[in-house]
């Protein structure tokens, strides 16, 4: 009996010590293999201020500036990497068992629940009111921080500021903003500045000025929120490891799409995207080295894009647009592709409605691109501008707004998009009934 016994315990002995050998020689090899791949890729070592791993891709500001010091970081990391591909210096085995659970769990996603927004926006020429508008409706329903990247010419600095500054106190504790001034490549600055619309390629080198934020919505001044920013900013979540933007098609039909039947240049997917409405993760865009059609050697953004405006500077007809349609055309496994929803503008109304997810779920954001705000061209999209800019902070907003709103879109039915208009309400309800049932008593 004894011998049984003696030979049950080293059995159990001779298991546990095997366990622990796999389970160190498991850490060893991931903390190798990510040491290799940093060397590899020339990435400087985490130990200097922001250097930051090529694999932590947290929205907002990059580093832990904000985050009250303290970090997880197994959770840090586990929902942007899976556990393969954790970098050298974080915990091993540990990390390995906490990131399947964390990631089981969501609580990585619900580490950033939080975060402030990030929105950038250029504004040159007469673009001071479309633009104030814009802000106002994305802080008029997002109930989580925001913070505004205005990049706008010299004299217009002055009248953002003091708008902005004139707003209800109530409204500016949610929202902090920076104004920026058009700056380009000193050699070639005047052939950035009269692409398309004027300063409309600063959009272009918005990574290589915002270098201390990871991740930024941009926007085009004619776009209007129908729904919190947060939504459109938790889409980061959906990022793989490998998308670094995140934008919507051009067109949903390919019988009025321009770039399948007009363009002169290459462009991404059947109908090309459009730039009105991009999400990016610019610590990844930074990083990044871009395939190309001008050379075998891949190159950076901020090597690319020079070159690439010479190469196409007579083919293309939508400027930075077209270029980032280029650039994702060799690198399409880089761009996370959202629904028109998201960017909904005349094109998907104009000729009978091509939005399939708007009509499932209504607009989301609405883009006003060919000045229709400002003439008659769509009165339902007039319409939606006019009725965000007339309402005044502090009114009930069903009643000063919403209401308002459907009465003038009923006159607008002899439109497509007018009798399509219901879509831009839909979306709408929803965020006002939710910003009036939180708001405080008395409000």
Sequence with gaps: MRCYLRAFLLCMVFTFFSLLYVFSQLASTLEHGDEWRVKERGVPDKSGHDAGSPLRKSPGLSGLRGRGGGLDRCKSVSYWSPYWRLPADVCGVDCLLGSSLSARSGSAIKGHSNERSHLAVVACGPRLEETL?????????????????????????????????SWPRMIQTKFNFTIYPITFPKENAKDWKKLFKPCASQRLFLPLILKEVDSLLYVDTDILFLQPVEDIWALLSQFNSSHLAAMAPEHEEPRIGWYNRFARHPYYGKTGINSGVMLMNMTRLREKFFKNDMTAVALKWEEILMPLLQKY?????????????????????????????????????????????????????????????????????RAVYEAIQKYQFGENMEASLLLPLEASLRTTTHTYCGRASHLFTKRLKRSIMSVQRDAPPGR
């Design 133 to 165: 508008t814009m802000l106002k409706s994305a802080v008029l329903f997002s109930k989580k921080p925001l913070h505004f990247y205005i990049f706008a010419e010299d004299e217009l600095h002055d009248s953002f500021r003091d708008a902005l500054e």
């Design 313 to 381: 500077k007579l083919n293309i007809t939508w400027g930075d647009q077209d270029l980032l349609n280029i650039i994702f055309y060799h690198n399409p496994e880089s761009l996370y592709v959202f629904p028109c929803q998201w960017n909904y503008r005349p094109d998907h109304c104009i000729y009978g409605s091509n939005c399939q997810q708007a009509e499932q779920e209504g607009v989301f954001i609405l883009h006003g691109n060919r000045g229709v705000y400002h003439d008659d061209k769509q009165p339902a999209f």
